[in-house]
């Protein structure tokens, strides 16, 4: 138990060294066009190509969900504090469109378990921050943490 608390520290501590990534402001609330949680709040990237995964919005998944999709277009982001304080959250499943998870984006909820899919290539810091984390495991595509 300590070997993974010391771990979870660690992995915090790198996060935190990393800069503040951009992510938009608008913020928008419906229900996801494919498979996945319903009720998470969506925000579209600056692009205009993608969505961003802002928030749990009224969905009450213990299990989250993420699609790979929204209103037609990828959902390749989880924003940042997205789901931050979310004591309901114990599981959540990326599709292989998630390319980056933002800073604070699971941090102090109850998380215990997450797979991050190879397309995944930037976790922001803190990202896992005071989370009951079994295990975490880190695809080789990541580039920056």
Known sequence: MKRLISMVLVLCMVLSMLPVGAFAADDTSSTATTTGSQGLNYVLSDDGN???????????????????????????????EAFQGCEQLTNVVLPDSIT?????????????AIEIPNSVTHIGRCAFNACDMTAVHLPASLATM
């Open 100 to 112: 980056t998870i933002g800073e604070w984006a699971f941090a102090y909820s109850s998380l215990t």
């Open 50 to 80: 993608s969505y961003i995964v802002t928030g749990i919005g009224s969905c009450t998944d213990t299990e989250v969900i993420i699609p790979a999709t929204y209103e037609g277009k990828p959902v390749t982001e989880i924003g940042n």
